[in-house]
């Protein structure tokens, strides 16, 4: 294998060339400012063009626009989260489940129409989410969120070895459970297609990293490497980064992900594998591989989740694209060493209880982020309600989204950095069967 791998996100390299946006100079006044441009910011930005379309917006991003965790994530578009982590035991955990799982729905249902309306080619697919285990030992798992599901009033269906399959083109999985109301999509091309259909009051600004945020009663001075921006109103949408900004620095805490995508597959790979339409699996273990068949023809896997506050260099980025390579080969015993064309990292915000971060931090900041790894469908929907909640927009999805409880805290480093080591360390263990 390479000893060296250039971080290329596999998806953002397939989605052809991207428009660029200018680096924010000067000094600069703007009614809204929405800092991070990825699923979340885009969502928040575009509403408040609705609300306010004679206001001065300004999208600004530290990197480039859709590029950063919106467009290195796996493509599930989330619509039943998995109520193995929900406390459902209680009459208020299963509130909180509805509550999250009606948030993802309106979620997926408002990237449909963003796609619909703007003919976004980003191959999307309506197609269930598959929970599924090789391992015996996680057969039960399995069967609890098959019933779990059945509970809750969601569509869902328990899948033996012989329907999986033929429904996949492999004998690895051996028990699963397909929920529906989710979709599968490329997130680089979902993520270009909204951005270059944004509305015209909203002015786009990438590279143009915000350093500081200071706040009076008549708003907020971001403070940017090259500029500076007096705001009335910010919404900050920058996942996993909030700690940066000095922003839930004792809720919230980032995961280091790594993914490999092939080339497509060939002719004689593809009668292996019976031809079997797209799919994609998801693990009932935390450190279990997830798995693309991708619309296009290729294979995604993303087995590897780890703490690395400092990044992911390119010597540790081949080790996990040589892990990635022994995850495929379990599964498709007949794909080559060189089947691998692409390997990246990205980085996904969690909280200690899985809960989002949806706030009022000031009278002229708000915040929302922490997806908790299914931040396709909820950034698209929590972005837009994060600004119904700054305009006092009354609704029933506004009010599920403040009935989730908030992010726990965690403790200090250097205890929290040991204490989350041991913990990825000890599901490492559990999930290696299923890597």
């Not at 250039?6 to 000067?26: E, M, R, V």
């Not at 299963?94 to 309106?106: C, K, S």
């Not at 009033?153 to 051996?174: C, M, S």
């Amino acid at each position: 294998m390479n000893k060296s791998v250039t971080d290329q996100c596999g998806w953002i390299a397939l989605a052809g060339d991207y428009p660029s946006y200018p680096t924010l100079n000067g000094k600069q006044v703007a009614d809204w400012v929405i800092i991070g441009g990825g699923f979340t910011g885009l969502a928040a930005a575009r509403r408040i063009a609705e609300l306010a379309p004679n206001a001065r917006i300004l999208l600004i991003d530290g990197k480039r626009i859709g590029q950063g965790a919106t467009g290195r994530n796996s493509g599930f578009v989330v619509a039943n989260e998995s109520p193995g982590h929900a406390a459902l035991s209680a009459a208020d955990g299963r509130a909180n489940y509805a509550a999250v799982n009606a948030l993802d729905h309106a979620g997926v249902k408002e990237l449909k129409r963003l796609i619909q309306q703007y003919k976004i080619e980003c191959q999307w697919e309506d197609t269930g989410s598959i929970h599924a285990a090789s391992d015996p030992k996680n057969f039960d798992k399995i069967r609890h969120h098959a019933q779990l599901f059945s509970d809750l009033g969601i569509d869902a269906t328990l899948l033996d070895e012989t329907v999986l399959k033929k429904r996949l083109g492999i004998e690895h999985y051996k028990l699963g459970v397909i929920s529906t109301g989710g979709a599968l999509v490329q997130p680089a091309a979902l993520a270009k297609g909204l951005a270059n259909n944004m509305p015209d009051a909203v002015e786009t600004f990438e590279n143009s990293r915000v350093l500081d945020i200071a706040q009076d009663s008549s708003g907020a001075l971001l403070t940017l490497e090259n500029a500076t921006v007096r705001a009335s109103k910010v919404i900050v949408a920058v996942n996993a980064f909030m700690p940066r900004l000095g922003l839930c620095r004792d809720r919230v805490f980032p995961l280091a992900l790594t993914a490999s995508l092939t080339r497509p597959l060939t002719d004689t790979e593809e009668d292996a594998i019976s031809n079997a339409p797209s799919w994609g699996i998801l693990s009932p273990q935390p450190l279990g591989a997830t798995m693309r068949l991708t619309k296009d023809r290729r294979i995604l896997i993303r087995n590897t989740a780890e703490y690395q506050p400092s990044g992911i260099n390119s010597a540790m980025l081949a080790k996990r694209r040589n892990i990635h390579y022994a995850g495929l080969q379990r599964r498709f015993p007949w794909l080559g060493e060189g089947a691998i064309e692409y390997t990246w990292s990205g980085n996904i915000c969690i909280s200690k209880n899985s809960k989002p971060v949806f706030a009022k931090l000031s009278d002229n900041v708000f915040a929302t982020g922490c997806y908790n790894a299914s931040g396709v469908s909820k950034g698209s929907i929590m972005g837009r309600l994060i600004v119904d909640h700054a305009f006092k927009e009354p609704s029933d999805l506004l009010d599920m989204a403040m009935s989730i409880p908030k992010p726990d805290r965690i403790p200090p480093r250097p205890i929290f950095d040991i204490g989350v080591k041991a913990r990825l360390a000890f599901d490492r263990v559990k999930g290696k069967s299923e890597a």
